[in-house]
């Protein structure tokens, strides 16, 4: 006969075994931190670094910093230019110094250094290692998409859309600047008190530039690849002044946020893929509630996007609104590769086939994860180094104010922006070293081979420290100082600026990411003072993959003429 404790507690839940079960994973857990220890000081290469943990690696250290870029920092300071890392189990080797990164930049097809990161199943549950180009992993694939991307993205159709396209989107900014009363007129100001020209201005002059700069970036790339609105400036209007007009109807306005809201939850997902291990992502409730949370949206969104896609191809193919008004990058690449369009080969395929739909959605995703954060966050590192160095502002001007010149409508010339613009073109570029968008970078080796001294078995994962090699004493003089001159001079140390990456994964967007830079910030220092609303604050920053610019709070005054 059975007894009342053995009904009760099930023989699996008895103390005994209960404790047999506690006694044996501690067993276990003791026998893997010894293996993984033995494992670890007996490492080939053993570089310097801060000691790993069982399991989680250096995670809980830099769970507790916060920020990888400012951990980076602290980190290289103690173990110099070449040094280790563990994200969960995996080792990651941070090279610090530009002649490290030597290989990893090799333009040759022949490169040991194609992809960028290892196999993750979090990345492959978002399509990201298969489509695309920033983490494709398909190399055939990856390349049909680069040079598709590059090859519109540099087409004289999509240049001469973006010079038309992206002073309508700064107008519409100023607009709803002028509505929240946000400029002041510096003409009154003088008249006001002459001797008082930097009177403090209201609280509620003062704009977040940050906000303004991301809701124009995106509403900007929406647009120049979609031909539709983000209304990311018309929200941030609203935010501030809910009853303010706007040209855009509430079902324009619900179905762009609903875009915007799912991109938001893609760019989290893409973070938490990247830097969440599985062990997290899958074996904890609250990692499998997001897992769920981050699938549904990526879902949702691409078949938005398949939508938008199915509809601007027939589109094309009934030759509605034609490709000579809206250049965009969604028909220019549904035209390669047709009679309509130029051809790009497809590996050492004969046939040169059309994007697939799917492909496009691809290539679509990542011109959008290339290219908000990192233009937007780089324009307010401009205007806050500018603030702060008064005389670079006049020199922007003396080169800018000519090309508005008898320009009522703000329109510049392909040509000027590219070819006039070289010391503004300086500026963004030294602001890029001091605060790089990008400030950290990645290549695995797909090979054996040998960097900085040491022979690297083939899956080793590098991390190009850029913040590290832009700031660097053997490259630069004085690297604290913001001295946009630096790159007036043809005098630079190979690999020491990495804004764009280097090698056979190049930015992509690199060109027109300068090009719409240059726009704006000529436009603004030719039509405005930009001034820090506290001369003391320094941009809010956050790493999340990029070097996001979260806040810079600015006072804006109409220039006097
Ligand atoms: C200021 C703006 C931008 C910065 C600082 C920036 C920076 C970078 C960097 C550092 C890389 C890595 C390059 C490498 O691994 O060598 C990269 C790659 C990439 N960027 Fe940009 N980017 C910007 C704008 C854009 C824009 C506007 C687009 C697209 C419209 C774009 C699309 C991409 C793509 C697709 C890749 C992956 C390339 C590959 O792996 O082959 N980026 N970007």
Redo the contacts with the bound molecule.
């Keep these: 006969m059975l007894s009342v404790d053995a009904l009760t507690f099930p023989a699996f839940f008895s103390t005994s075994t209960l404790l047999n079960t506690l006694a044996l994973s501690i067993l276990v857990f003791v026998l893997y931190t010894i293996k993984f220890y033995v494992s670890y000081f007996n490492r080939d290469n053993a570089l310097p670094g801060p000691l790993p943990l069982p399991i989680v690696g250096n995670l809980l250290q830099y769970a507790m910093y916060g920020d990888m870029v400012v951990w980076a920092h602290t980190l290289r300071k103690k173990y110099g230019d070449m040094w280790e890392l563990y994200m969960g189990s995996e080792r990651h080797v941070w090279l610090s110094r530009a002649d490290l990164v030597d290989k990893l930049?090799s333009s040759s097809t022949k490169s040991n250094y194609k992809h960028?990161t290892n196999w993750k199943r979090a990345l492959a549950e978002i399509k990201m290692l298969d489509h695309?180009?920033?983490?494709?992993r398909d190399l055939d694939l990856?390349a049909f998409n680069?040079r598709m991307?590059r090859l519109v993205?540099t087409s004289k159709e999509f240049n001469n859309y973006v010079i038309k396209t992206v002073p309508k989107m700064i107008n519409e900014m100023e607009t709803y600047w002028t509505k929240l009363r946000c400029i002041e007129d510096a003409r009154q100001n003088d008249l006001k008190d002459n001797t008082n020209k930097h009177a403090t201005v209201s609280n509620d002059k003062i704009i977040n530039i940050s906000d303004w700069f991301h809701a124009l970036t995106l509403d900007d790339?929406l647009y120049l690849s979609t031909s539709r609105s983000g209304c990311a400036l018309a929200s941030l209007l609203l935010s501030h002044s809910p009853n303010s007009e706007i040209p855009y109807s509430p079902e324009t306005m619900n179905y762009a946020k609903e875009f915007r809201d799912r991109w938001t939850t893609f760019m989290e997902t893409l973070r938490t893929a990247i830097f969440m291990p599985d062990f997290i992502r899958l074996g904890t409730p609250n990692g499998l509630m997001k897992r769920r949370k981050y699938l549904k949206n990526f879902h949702c969104l691409t078949n938005n996007l398949s939508t938008i896609i199915r509809e601007t191809r027939a589109e094309v193919e009934n030759g509605v609104n034609d490709s000579k008004n809206n250049c965009d990058i969604l028909r220019l690449l549904l035209v390669a590769n047709t009679h309509r369009g130029p051809t790009v080969k497809r590996g050492s395929d004969e046939i040169d086939m059309p994007m697939s739909d799917d492909e496009v959605r691809g290539v679509l995703l990542?011109?959008w994860?290339?290219?908000v954060e990192?233009?937007a966050s780089?324009m307010c590192y401009v205007v806050y180094l500018v603030c702060r160095n008064p005389e670079v502002k006049e020199k922007i001007r003396e080169e800018v104010d000519p090309l508005f010149k008898d320009n009522p409508n703000g329109i510049l010339q392909l040509d000027d922006v590219n070819k006039k613009l070289d010391y503004l073109e300086a500026v963004i570029k030294e602001a890029?070293r001091l605060y790089?968008?990008?400030p950290i970078?990645?290549?695995v080796a797909t090979q054996d081979d040998e960097i900085g001294g040491y022979k690297w078995k083939a899956g080793t994962q590098f991390i190009l420290d850029?913040y590290g090699i832009q700031n660097h004493r053997a490259h630069w003089s004085n690297p604290e100082e913001f001295k946009p001159e630096r790159f007036l001079s043809k005098d630079i140390v190979p690999y020491s600026i990495?804004?764009?990456?280097?090698?056979?994964?190049?930015?992509?967007?690199?060109q027109?990411?300068m090009l719409?830079?240059k726009i704006v910030l000529a436009s603004l220092y030719n039509r405005y003072d930009i001034e820090l609303a506290n001369e003391n604050e320094k941009p809010k920053t956050a790493y999340k993959l990029t070097l996001y610019c979260d806040r810079l709070r600015v006072k804006l005054k109409k220039r006097s003429e």
């Design positions: 930049f960028r695309g180009v920033v983490l494709n990856w680069r991307m993205m790339i990542e011109t994860v290339g290219a990192t233009s780089l890029s790089p968008p990008s970078n990645q290549r850029v990495q804004t764009f990456g280097g090698g056979l994964r190049l930015c992509p967007g690199k027109y990411a719409f830079s």
